[in-house]
């Protein structure tokens, strides 16, 4: 990455820590914005708002979502993926149960080393989804999982991984806010060698980007 690059990238996450702010007030930030993944697999993209599932059998949600994650995908597929998962599984209260239920015990089953890290995100990413999206009609089935601890847990057990801290920046945008600032200021800086990465801090907000904002 060139100076100039670096500079504009500079620019733009200088004001992530603001910007972040406005994020949240768009809507729930792990559903609401689409995490950009290249030409990376994921689940059929669905509208959040949509009220239907667009012909996908949500019989296959929780095989097609393993199926994804087992193929060891960078952070931010999986947070995509969970994302789009979370979205499905809204439509039913079993899917969305029984992947929670098969993410945790896959995590319990995982003890050390790069799976286990990876396997301790997706559960703990995919409940704190579930706390922003499910459960105002229905029982949400990660009432009272801490995701957020889970996701520290793998951030610890993977070393430094600026997209997880990306991740955990997102978790934490209502708080604490110390720990929403230092994943922040860790992503910042990991996104000078990760392209994708800076194109997701430099998110474009209702036609604006967060540097604007």
Request: aromatic share 6%; with cysteine; charged share 25%.
């Amino acid at each position: 990455m060139n100076s100039r690059a670096v500079s504009r990238l500079t620019i733009t996450v200088a004001a992530i820590v603001v910007g972040f702010t406005t994020y949240a007030q768009a809507g729930p930030p792990l559903i609401c914005h689409r995490i950009e993944i290249g030409q990376a697999s994921s689940l059929p993209l669905l509208d959040w708002n949509r009220k239907d599932t667009d012909g996908y059998d949500l019989k296959n949600l929780t095989r097609d979502t393993l199926a994804l994650l087992d193929s060891d995908p960078f952070v931010l597929v999986r947070m995509e993926t969970l994302r789009r998962a979370t979205i499905y599984a809204r439509h039913d209260p079993q899917v969305a149960k029984e992947l929670l239920t098969r993410l945790q015990a896959r995590a319990e089953s995982n003890s050390t080393g790069h799976s286990a890290a990876l396997a301790w995100f997706d559960v703990g990413y995919l409940s704190e989804a579930y706390k922003q999206w499910i459960g105002k009609d229905v029982p949400n089935p990660a009432a009272g999982l801490d995701g957020y601890g889970r996701v520290k847990k793998a951030i610890s057990l993977r070393g430094e991984d600026p997209e997880m801290e990306f991740a955990a920046a997102l978790i934490t945008l209502n708080g604490p806010e110390s720990d929403h600032r230092e994943h922040t200021q860790k992503a910042i800086a990991g996104a000078k060698s990760d392209p994708l990465l800076a194109r997701n801090l430099s998110l474009d907000l209702h036609g604006r980007t967060i540097a604007e904002l």
